[in-house]
């Protein structure tokens, strides 16, 4: 099993930043990526940014240039979502994903709890 926890999130004002943190533990032999995720009220999940293993990254249209996904240092599974000049429509549940390979081969796909993130005056 592999437990992914997220941390961080709140509220913060428009054109703020606030950052969310996510680890992934348990019995992993490999992981191929992690990503964040969001979901507003009514809305589907929708993906924010990932993050490979190789460390190329992927950013949703909405997001590039303001949000930042990182990996700690030599610790593949531990991400980071840095976003910068936040708005109104940013604010969602965020939820941290991790796919890989447990130490008996067989695949996971693992999601968090989620973290909420309100941005509002």
């Known amino acids: 099993q592999v437990l992914v926890v997220e941390s961080g999130g709140g509220l913060v004002q428009p054109g703020g930043s606030l950052s969310v943190s996510c680890v992934a533990s348990g019995s992993i032999f490999n992981i191929d990526d992690m990503g964040w995720y969001r979901q507003a009220p009514g809305k589907e999940r929708e993906l924010v940014a990932t993050?490979?293993?190789?460390?190329?990254?992927?950013y949703a249209d909405s997001v590039a240039g303001r949000f930042t996904i990182s990996r700690e240092y030599n610790a593949k599974n531990k991400v980071y979502l840095q976003m910068n000049s936040l708005k109104p429509e940013d604010t969602a549940v965020y939820y941290c994903?991790?796919?890989?390979?447990?130490?008996?081969?067989?695949?996971?796909?693992?999601w968090g709890q989620g973290t909420q993130v309100t941005v509002s005056s």
């Open positions: 994903n991790s796919r890989g390979a447990y130490t008996n081969f067989t695949m996971f796909d693992a």
């Open positions: 993050i490979a293993s190789g460390g190329s990254t992927n």
